[in-house]
Structure formats: structure tokens, C-alpha cells
């Protein structure tokens, strides 16, 4: 369990790593430069997802803004809430990085700044949602936060116009301990994510890709509280140009994962884990938690 001076030393040292210095935003020039961002990253033309006014009330209630600078210049930012007071939570509600500055570590910096700050407040968990398609967002969440992912929302957001998003938004929900160490803060690249070990078994598949990447489902095991304790779903590669080239098999995909992983997960399974190069693993949560 880590403490808030350890935590705080995280975030300086995964910005420093960055080359970013992470920085409270509150001033309406600034979260205008969020508000920009924001629709440059989510390729919003009509309306910014996330307005600078809007902000700027999160802000006075108590929530926080992060942005990440490089010198002058915005590179990241970030927006989060608390939630309720009985349960010591807070929600990040958005995170985004320039898409020329991503890659870099910016993403992991204003997470850690976003948990040091919670912790500050006396949070001990922080819980926010992704696209369980986005292999590359999943990676991040589970195998370099260690965060679970606790229930799946079907269409969360409804139609979103931006050039990002599905026109059904479904959506992974995730809690993330903000006291537990980090799994990947040291991990390479190329290991992130735990393979199965030797020896042990394989978890079931139930959702795999066919032969020309369409996706395979099998039946969700385990209605009526008999499946097995594992399983695995597969995700593909690059969903965002799929969606671009091929939007129907993009559908494909997104009604698959929704009947099984959403299916398992609505049978008391968690996402525990991502086994490279793509596969969900799924445990079945424990009794009372």
C-alpha cells in the first residue's frame, strides 16, 4: 500500500520521465486551451466534449482540472470529480493527450498527478470508463494502472459526432485502488500485460478472430453461477481505422464484445487482466466485493 508522499514522488518522476511539468488549470484562458484540446484529440469539430465553462464549474465545486506543459505549451489535460462522500471516491470524467505528443508518458503523468491529488482529498479509489475496443486504452487501464474493470454499459453516451467514437458507445466501466502500487510503472513495453504462466491453464475463449478478422463468438458460460473461474476475450488491433475502412465489420465487433464480454460480465465476471498481444482475461469477482 503506498503512501501520499510516495505517490506524489510517482507523479514527479512519471512527468519528469515525460519531459512535462503537470500543473492545475483553472483560469478561463486556460480551459479554453483544454477545451481546444480536447476537440483536437476527439476530432470534435461542432462542440468541444468536454466546455471550458463547464470546467470551470467542476473546478469551483471541488473537482480538478490537470494540464500537462511543455514550456508554454498544453500537451495534455485532464478533468476529474469526486464521488459520493460514503464511498471515498473520486471520477475521472476525461483525459487526453496532442495527438503529436502521445506515446511519451504524458498519459501515465497526469494519471499519477490525478491520483495524488485524490489521495490529497482522502479518496482511496478512483473509477472512470473506456471503449473496450480501444486495445490501446485497455492496455493502459488494466495492465499499467492496474485497474478492473467492474461493469459493461451498453451505449453509455448514446450518439456522440466526433470522429473518434462508434455510433453506439458502449462502454467498460473501471476502479482503480489509488493506494495499490502500480503493476507497469517499471514493466517494458513489451511485457505489459501478464501471460499465462507455464503450466497453468488456458482460460476460455469467448470471443476470438475469424480467419479474415471478423469475430468469432462462443456461448458466455457460467448463468447460472457454474462457469469457469477464467476466461478470455479478444479485442482487435486498430478498431479506430477499422471503423474508418470497413464500419460494418467495425458493428460486428461492437455487438460481439457486447454479447460476450458484456454478457460475462453481467454474470459476476471482472476484467482482471490483458494477456498480450490482445486478450481480456475475466475472473470471476469474489463474493462481497
Same mark, same amino acid.
Given at each position: 500500500?503506498? *503512501?501520499?508522499?510516495?505517490? /506524489?514522488?510517482?507523479?514527479?518522476?512519471?512527468?519528469?520521465?515525460?519531459?512535462?511539468?503537470? $500543473?492545475?488549470?483553472?483560469?478561463?484562458?486556460? &480551459?479554453?486551451? +483544454?477545451?481546444?484540446?480536447?476537440?483536437?484529440?476527439?476530432?470534435?469539430? &461542432? !462542440?468541444?466534449?468536454?466546455?471550458?465553462?463547464?470546467?470551470?464549474?467542476?473546478?469551483?465545486?471541488? %473537482?480538478?482540472?490537470? =494540464?500537462?506543459?511543455?514550456?508554454?505549451?498544453?500537451?495534455?489535460?485532464?478533468? #476529474?470529480?469526486?464521488?459520493?462522500?460514503?464511498?471515498?471516491?473520486?471520477?475521472?470524467?476525461?483525459?487526453?493527450?496532442?495527438?503529436?505528443?502521445?506515446?511519451?508518458?504524458?498519459?501515465?503523468?497526469?494519471?499519477?498527478?490525478?491520483?495524488?491529488?485524490?489521495?490529497?482529498?482522502?479518496?482511496?479509489?478512483?473509477?472512470?470508463?473506456?471503449?473496450?475496443?480501444?486495445?490501446?486504452?485497455?492496455?493502459?487501464?488494466?495492465?499499467?494502472?492496474?485497474?478492473?474493470?467492474? /461493469?459493461?454499459?451498453?451505449?453509455?453516451?448514446? /450518439?456522440? !459526432? @466526433? =470522429?473518434?467514437?462508434?455510433?453506439?458507445? @458502449?462502454?467498460?466501466? +473501471?476502479?482503480?485502488?489509488?493506494?495499490?502500487?502500480?503493476?507497469?510503472? *517499471?514493466?517494458?513495453?513489451?511485457?505489459?500485460?501478464?501471460?499465462?504462466? #507455464?503450466?497453468?491453464?488456458?482460460? $476460455?475463449?469467448?470471443?476470438?478472430?475469424?480467419?479474415?478478422?471478423?469475430?468469432?463468438?462462443?456461448?458466455?458460460?457460467?448463468?447460472?453461477?457454474? %462457469?469457469?473461474?477464467?476466461?478470455?476475450?479478444?479485442?482487435?488491433?486498430?478498431?479506430?481505422? *477499422?471503423?474508418?475502412?470497413?464500419?460494418?465489420?467495425?458493428?460486428?465487433?461492437?455487438? !460481439?464484445?457486447?454479447? *460476450?464480454?458484456? =454478457?460475462?460480465?453481467?454474470? =459476476?465476471? $471482472?476484467?482482471?487482466?490483458?494477456?498480450?498481444? %490482445?486478450?481480456?482475461?475475466?475472473?470471476?469477482?469474489?463474493? %462481497?466485493?
Amino acid at each position: 500500500m503506498i *503512501t501520499l508522499g510516495k505517490a /506524489e514522488q510517482d507523479a514527479a518522476g512519471a512527468a519528469a520521465r515525460a519531459g512535462v511539468f503537470v $500543473r492545475s488549470v483553472d483560469s478561463v484562458a486556460d &480551459l479554453r486551451g +483544454v477545451a481546444d484540446l480536447f476537440s483536437l484529440v476527439w476530432g470534435a469539430s &461542432l !462542440a468541444p466534449p468536454m466546455p471550458h465553462d463547464i470546467m470551470r464549474s467542476l473546478g469551483h465545486a471541488g %473537482g480538478r482540472v490537470h =494540464g500537462a506543459f511543455r514550456g508554454s505549451q498544453l500537451v495534455g489535460a485532464s478533468v #476529474a470529480v469526486f464521488g459520493p462522500p460514503a464511498d471515498a471516491s473520486c471520477y475521472s470524467l476525461i483525459a487526453g493527450v496532442s495527438p503529436e505528443a502521445a506515446s511519451r508518458g504524458i498519459g501515465l503523468a497526469m494519471k499519477l498527478a490525478q491520483r495524488a491529488w485524490a489521495l490529497r482529498a482522502g479518496a482511496v479509489s478512483m473509477s472512470w470508463t473506456f471503449d473496450p475496443l480501444l486495445r490501446r486504452n485497455a492496455r493502459f487501464n488494466i495492465s499499467r494502472l492496474g485497474a478492473v474493470g467492474t /461493469e459493461y454499459l451498453v451505449d453509455f453516451y448514446g /450518439e456522440i !459526432a @466526433d =470522429g473518434v467514437n462508434d455510433p453506439e458507445t @458502449d462502454r467498460v466501466a +473501471v476502479s482503480w485502488d489509488l493506494r495499490a502500487a502500480l503493476p507497469g510503472l *517499471t514493466a517494458p513495453a513489451d511485457l505489459l500485460g501478464p501471460r499465462v504462466p #507455464a503450466g497453468e491453464d488456458i482460460p $476460455r475463449a469467448i470471443l476470438v478472430a475469424g480467419p479474415a478478422g471478423e469475430p468469432v463468438a462462443a456461448a458466455v458460460p457460467g448463468g447460472d453461477g457454474s %462457469g469457469p473461474g477464467r476466461l478470455r476475450c479478444w479485442i482487435p488491433d486498430d478498431i479506430l481505422t *477499422t471503423r474508418r475502412t470497413d464500419p460494418s465489420l467495425a458493428r460486428r465487433w461492437r455487438l !460481439a464484445v457486447r454479447e *460476450t464480454l458484456g =454478457g460475462a460480465m453481467s454474470d =459476476g465476471y $471482472r476484467v482482471a487482466a490483458l494477456m498480450e498481444p %490482445g486478450w481480456y482475461v475475466l475472473e470471476k469477482a469474489q463474493a %462481497g466485493r
